[in-house]
């Protein structure tokens, strides 16, 4: 790995040791240059010498962290060249893992659907077939289980079979909604989610996010493109039904996944945002990313109207603990019955025996769940929004005055004369297509029968040994890195293990002293460290501070690469660490 003096511009350095007056590289603009010069030599030099102060890193600090994280991919692809080192990048959470039988009775399933589709109409010289039917469908479907009995996917579709005919669900209308399902022959209807989709995932989110804590009455559920729909669809509907407000103040429970961050600060928003922030700190003076209660309390405040959290935390990866959660659901029932509550709950499957906010405080949350991570399938966009049948949006609505009233009855005066009667939860799915084309909204329905599957596959792991295995997974790579930085993380029940934050503030000063950290802050940028490891090293990670976490921090994804990477990682930001060390220690002057 490389081992150069970093320069103590402000700059984010190039692996030289140019002094402040000569200036840092620009990365920015030697990125550019190499991509309009086909990344020539003569072009990267170019970029260079394009900039010599530090506005890059303050285009940077603008930037999304996943804008920056795109550009430190192509920084380290660059250094990599001529070297034999790999490009490590932890700067995103895509795993690199798949659920393999769900995804097997898929194809087979699809199998099966062709036949139904050739029942009806079969013109094989013309590739036409014609739209599986109902009648008789279940019994056609037995049969086909039976021809493939030996293989692991039929007999995993016979136990879903037989879990739902003891749940009362399965027959000829189950299999025609798989068959017409998996071939698409028809838009999604209902269009929120189909019926036995909302059956299954019912069941599995009772399971996954409820540790088996069944409501009263089952959630409303709306299949979206992912969970990144799933976010931009509840905000854009708590505006178009005057929920908030230009104006109003929202709260967020920081870190979080940067979008929370962006978008109630974008002019179609434009909200007030109060941040209650996880800074608990353990004896040993290290974060344990919990919210203390003066924190918590400033929800006591009658104007915020809306709370987002993701639980598990991104990017730090840790659930609300006892104390939190019970601060805060009893702050909500006694003192704030009308908060309103998003919880994103996409890494709850990580954490064992985890409850949803769902659970504790039906009335006032959506869920978003999604399946990207846990199963390794981010490219099917697979998504619910859950809300209780009882709960804050349908009521808050109606107490809206007269006028909101009326302009909502004109916004959805093409779906029905009663638009009192319909549910916050079916408007979204009408504000999803800008209510006009609400005959054509709902997620595709190939994919609600994939997570049907996926749903099914845990609700018949009796012994949970998937969820095992990926939380045993994640937690593995994460002692590896923590190993090779030379600390040992202790046991945390609340801990996913999804992301990692590392205090690079906390580390240094523990390392090298308070002095150096000082020292550190005084002649670098924060940005600096994520920069150089991209550029020296091949390492991405992302900076902390995008998510609201420490300035001085990096987060590490524990989902995309191997095992062995995560020990190089850390290898290579303690060699780094160590490389600035030096240069303090020598004066502080990269040229002594």
């Known amino acids: 790995m490389s081992t150069s003096t970093p320069s103590t511009s402000h700059g984010a350095g190039t692996g030289s040791t140019a002094s402040p007056a000569n200036g840092p590289a620009n990365p920015v603009a030697t990125a550019n240059a190499a991509d ?17 102060d530090r506005a890059f890193e303050e285009s940077l600090g603008a930037m999304s962290p996943f804008e920056v994280k795109n550009l430190l991919v192509k920084m380290a692809k660059k250094g990599d060249e001529g070297t034999t080192r790999t490009l490590l990048n932890a700067g995103r959470g895509n795993p690199n893992w798949i659920t393999t039988l769900p995804r097997e009775a898929f194809f087979l399933l699809g199998s099966f659907a062709m036949e139904e589709a050739r029942r009806t109409m079969d013109e094989p010289d013309y590739d036409l077939a014609g739209m599986p039917a109902a009648d008789g469908a279940a019994a056609r479907f037995l049969a086909f289980l039976d021809e493939h009995d030996r293989e692991r996917p039929a007999q995993f579709l016979k136990r879903a079979w037989d879990y739902l005919d003891a749940e009362g669900l399965a027959g000829d209308e189950l299999v025609h909604e798989w068959t017409g399902g998996i071939v698409g022959d028809e838009y999604p209807m209902p269009d929120r989610i189909l019926r036995y989709t909302q059956e299954i995932v019912n069941r599995y989110l009772v399971k996954a ?45 920081t870190p979080i996944f940067t979008p929370y961050l962006n978008i109630p600060i974008l002019n179609d928003y434009d909200l007030d945002v109060t941040y209650i922030q996880a800074n ?27 709370l987002c959290l993701v639980n598990p935390s991104n990017p ?28 994103d709950d996409v890494y709850g499957t990580f954490v064992p025996h985890y409850r949803s906010l769902l659970d504790d405080l039906p009335y006032n949350t959506a869920c978003v769940y999604s399946f990207s991570k846990y199963f390794g399938a981010t490219g099917w966009r697979l998504a619910v929004i859950a809300t209780a049948a009882d709960n804050v949006f349908d009521d808050l609505i ?10 909502l009855a004109n916004r959805y005066a093409c779906l029905t004369d009663h638009i009192e009667k319909v549910k916050f939860t079916d408007r979204m799915v009408a504000d999803s297509r800008l209510v006009a084309l609400n005959g054509t909204a709902g997620l595709g329905t190939p994919q609600q029968v994939m997570m049907s599957l996926f749903a099914l596959y845990c609700l018949l792991d009796d012994h949970d040994a998937y969820r095992t295995k990926m939380q045993q997974l994640v937690q593995h790579r994460l002692g590896l890195l923590w190993k090779s ?3 040992t993380l202790e046991p945390d029940p609340e801990r996913a293990g999804y992301y990692s934050v590392i205090d690079l503030g906390i580390w240094a000063t523990r390392l090298y002293g308070a002095d150096f950290f000082a020292w550190l802050k005084e002649n670098y940028d924060s940005l600096d460290i994520v920069v150089r490891l991209a550029q020296d090293t091949g390492v991405v990670l992302m900076a902390g501070h995008g998510f609201d976490a420490p300035e001085w921090s990096v987060r590490v994804s524990l989902a995309n690469l191997n095992a062995d990477d995560y020990i190089a990682i850390g290898q290579r930001l303690s060699a780094m660490l160590a490389d600035y060390a030096e240069v303090w220690k020598a004066g502080g002057h990269p040229n002594k």
């Open 36 to 52: 309009a010069a086909g990344d020539s030599p003569a072009a990267i030099e170019a970029g260079i010498k394009a900039n010599d």
């Open 209 to 253: 996010l409820d540790d088996g804590h069944a409501p009263a009455t089952p959630y409303d559920l709306f299949a979206t493109e992912g969970g990144t729909a799933a976010m931009c669809y509840l905000f854009y509907s708590l505006k178009c039904n005057f929920l908030v407000n230009p104006g109003d103040r929202i709260a967020l429970m």
């Open 280 to 306: 608990t700190i353990d004896a040993d003076g290290l974060h344990t990313w919990q919210y203390p209660d003066s924190e918590l309390e400033k929800l006591r405040d009658p104007s915020i109207k809306l």
């Open 316 to 343: 730090p990866s840790v659930a609300l603990d006892d104390a939190s959660r019970a601060k805060l659901v009893s702050l909500v029932k006694n003192e704030r019955p009308d908060l309103i509550i998003i919880s």
């Open 398 to 407: 109606a107490k809206l005055p007269e006028d909101k009233k009326k302009a």
């Open 485 to 487: 930085l030379g600390w």
